[in-house]
T-cell receptor, first 113, second 113 residues
């Protein structure tokens, strides 16, 4: 079935370090791919998205490229800040129908000064 | 409204009691989704509404769970005879349709004691 696999956390980094959170997917058809972020005590927010192969989504210094050949959508940021500490969820939405999202398990990121 | 509003934000109930959780989607959003976020389970899809009808109820965990939507707007998720394993954060999201991402509410934290 359709699924999303994320790198297990927690990920602990120092401020200004480079971040990668791996995400791979299994899907029939051509899904859209998303990263959502959940800051402490807050709801889920859309961080970025990509709707077709080779698209790059970007927001707040985060980037992810839709790689059809490796079925991946890894999240990257060149220099993390303490304020980036949150839980990050990779998700897919199948094409050709309504936008039911299938989520990965989430990766907790902790950034220390 | 400006965002997706959920009420109550927190609910503590005794095992065996019924609870109702409410979701007010963004005005004009035709699609509405319920998800459950629990420790160890990640984010689970429960049900999807398009207008007032629910073409996908596949995620409802048992017949104790039901949901309705009226006027193409407000939705209520009802859990009958609550059990301790129902304790979780119940998230509602709405979408105008298409390949965009959702807007999530802040959730209702349900604790069954």
């Amino acid at each position: 079935g359709d699924s999303v696999t994320q790198m297990e956390g927690p990920v602990t980094l120092s401020e200004e370090a480079f971040l990668t959170i791996n995400c791979t997917y299994t899907a029939t058809g051509y899904p859209s791919l998303f990263w959502y972020v959940q800051y402490p005590g807050e709801g889920l927010q859309l961080l970025l998205k990509a709707t077709k192969a080779d698209d790059k989504g970007s927001n707040k210094g985060f980037e992810a490229t839709y790689r059809k050949e490796t079925t991946s959508f890894h999240l990257e940021k060149g220099s993390v800040q303490v304020s980036d500490s949150a839980v990050y969820f990779c998700a897919l939405s199948l094409s050709g129908g309504y936008n039911k999202l299938i989520f990965g398990a989430g990766t907790r990121l902790a950034v220390h000064p | 409204g400006a965002g997706v509003s959920q009420s109550p934000s927190n609910k503590v109930t005794e095992k065996g009691k019924d609870v109702e959780l409410r979701c007010d989607p963004i005005s004009g959003h035709t699609a509405l989704y319920w998800y459950r976020q629990s420790l160890g389970q990640g984010l689970e899809f429960l049900i999807y509404f398009q207008g007032n009808s629910a073409p996908d109820k596949s995620g409802l965990p048992s017949d104790r769970f039901s949901a309705e939507r009226t006027g193409g707007s407000v939705s209520t998720l009802t859990i009958q005879r609550t059990q301790q394993e129902d304790s979780a954060v119940y998230l509602c999201a709405s979408s105008p349709g298409g390949a965009g991402g959702y807007t999530f509410g802040s959730g209702t934290r349900l604790t069954v004691v």
